[in-house]
């Protein structure tokens, strides 16, 4: 269900790359969460860096959303680049498996299984 892998480069060089690959690939960032500071700007001492890049390619989305639009909830695709023990890591949770948990539509495997495609490939390429 996760496809993560280690990299060599820097937690920012690695954000980077990603931001360079979604647009790349044809999706859009909809926002980056810095799950880090947000959380050391709350007092936490949390010393691993998390950013969490909310992406989306509008005419996927728009068919996921035609055919049942309770998986607005599941939207957008989230790519997290994160350090864990000094060790950089791109992940994501993928879209296939997901999908198919929530809804039992076979149009949306399909869209589920492009969308997929491209967001390993994203990560892929920012490895």
Known sequence: MYYILETGKTFEQA???LEGAIRRLGFGVLHIHDLGATLRGKGV???E????????NPQ????????DMR???ALPCRISVFTERGVT?????????MLAALSDNP??????REVEDKVIRMVNEAK
Do not use: H, R, W, Y
């Open 107 to 112: 149009a949306l495997v399909e869209v589920a």
């Open 71 to 73: 998986l607005n909830m």
């Open 60 to 67: 996927q989305a728009f068919k996921v959303l035609s055919a």
């Open 15 to 17: 954000a980077a790359d």
């Open 89 to 97: 890591k791109i992940g994501l949770i993928k879209p296939t498996p």
């Open 45 to 47: 001492a949390f010393a």
């Open 49 to 56: 860096q998390c950013k969490v890049f909310e992406v989306c």
